[in-house]
C-alpha cells in the first residue's frame, strides 16, 4: 500500500499514541513523527501519513485557532452546559458562570436542561422561562429518554463542543445516547479506545454520527474568574445590552450607579434578580482581583 497523506484531528491522546479522526470517521492509530517537539493536545488539526492497518504518523501540527484549559483540548467551537431539571436541582449560580466563560472564551455556548422526564425543579422553571425568551441557546434533553437527542446533534454537527455542568447532571449518560449509531462504523477501533467504558478521566473527543465532536468533563461547581477589568464584565452578558442604552453613562457596570438601564430592567421584572446577583457576585470578585494584582 502507497504511503498518502490527509487531514485529520487528534480526539485522544493516550501512553504516546494519538488516535486521529479523519474525515470519513476513520480513526487511526498515530505516532509522532520524532523531529516534532511542539506540545500536541487534543483537538490538534493535524496531518498525517497513513501507514495502512489504522495507523499513522502524525507529520504536522495545523495551527490553533484557541487552547482552553481543564479539560485541555484545542480549537473548541462550543460549551454545552449541562445542568438537569432536578436531581440535582440546576444552580443559577453556576450557569451564570458558565455562560459567562463560554462568551469570554469565544464559544459558542448552549444551555441544555437534561433530565427532562423529571418534574421540574423551581430553578430549572426560572431557566425555561427567562434564558430562551432573552436570546441563549437553549435545550431540552434526556440521555435516558433520548428527547433532544436529534437537536442536540444538529447543534453540535461541525464543532468542537466541551460538557461542562455540576457532576450528576447526566452528562456520561448523555453523551453515551448522543454516540449511539457510531458503535458499527467504529466498532473495532473504538473497542481499541475503549469507548463506552468511559469514565471522564481522558482529555477525549467523542465522534457523533452526525459530525461534530464532544468531550465529556468532569463535572465541577466552583469557577474561578479570570483577570479581566471591572469595565468588560457586562459585555459577556448578552442580554443586558439591549437595556444599557438607559444608563447615564457609557462605561456604567451597573453596579451603584444612580440612573443605570440595567437597574430599571432588573426592577421592571425583565431580568431576574438571581442573573443580577450572579453578575454582581462575579462582578466583585473581578473588582477585589483587581485590586490584588495592582
Ligand atoms: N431521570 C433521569 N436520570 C438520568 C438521566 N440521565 C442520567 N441520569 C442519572 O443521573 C445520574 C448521573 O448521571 P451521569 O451521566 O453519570 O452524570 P455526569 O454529569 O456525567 O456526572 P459526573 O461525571 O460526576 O460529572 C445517574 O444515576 C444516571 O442514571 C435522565 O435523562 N433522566
Ligand atoms: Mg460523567
Ligand atoms: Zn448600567
Known amino acids: 500500500m502507497t504511503a498518502h497523506q490527509l487531514n485529520s484531528v487528534i480526539i485522544k491522546k493516550i501512553a504516546g499514541f494519538y488516535y486521529v479522526q479523519d474525515d470519513e470517521g476513520i480513526i487511526y492509530e498515530s505516532k509522532l ?93 426560572l431557566i425555561k ?17 433520548g428527547c433532544g437527542i436529534e437537536e442536540i446533534r444538529e447543534a453540535v454537527a461541525g464543532q ?12 456520561s449518560t448523555l453523551l453515551n445516547t448522543l454516540g449511539e449509531g457510531l458503535e458499527l462504523r467504529t466498532q473495532e477501533v473504538s473497542s481499541k479506545i475503549g469507548r463506552g467504558k468511559h469514565t471522564t478521566r481522558h482529555v477525549q473527543l467523542f465522534p457523533l454520527p452526525t459530525g461534530g465532536l464532544i468531550a465529556d468533563t468532569p463535572g465541577f461547581s466552583v469557577i474561578d474568574m479570570p483577570k479581566i477589568s471591572r469595565k468588560k464584565l457586562a459585555s459577556y452578558f448578552p442580554d443586558f445590552q439591549s437595556y444599557t442604552e438607559l444608563c447615564e453613562f457609557r462605561d456604567c457596570i451597573h453596579y451603584k450607579e444612580r440612573l443605570c438601564g440595567v437597574k430599571q430592567a432588573l426592577e421592571a421584572g425583565n431580568i431576574p434578580l438571581s442573573r443580577y446577583n450572579n453578575y454582581i457576585a462575579m462582578l466583585e470578585e473581578v473588582i477585589s482581583l483587581e485590586r490584588s494584582y495592582k
Open 160 to 171: 468542537v463542543a466541551v460538557m461542562a455542568g455540576p457532576s450528576g447532571s447526566g452528562k
Open 33 to 125: 513523527r520524532g523531529k516534532l517537539k511542539q506540545k500536541v493536545l487534543t483537538g490538534d488539526r493535524v496531518i498525517i501519513t497513513v501507514l495502512g492497518d489504522n495507523r499513522g504518523i502524525i507529520e504536522q501540527v495545523l495551527p490553533r485557532d484557541n487552547q482552553i484549559l481543564r479539560p485541555s483540548i484545542a480549537n473548541v467551537t462550543m460549551v454545552l452546559i449541562v445542568l438537569s431539571q432536578d436531581r440535582p436541582a440546576p444552580s443559577l449560580m453556576l450557569l451564570d458562570r458558565l455562560l459567562f466563560l463560554g462568551y469570554y472564551n469565544g464559544l459558542q455556548p448552549i444551555v441544555i436542561l437534561n433530565k427532562c422526564d423529571l418534574p421540574e425543579s423551581q430553578a430549572a422553571s
Open 129 to 145: 422561562e427567562y434564558y430562551p425568551a432573552a436570546g441563549f441557546n437553549f435545550l431540552l434533553s434526556s440521555g435516558k429518554t
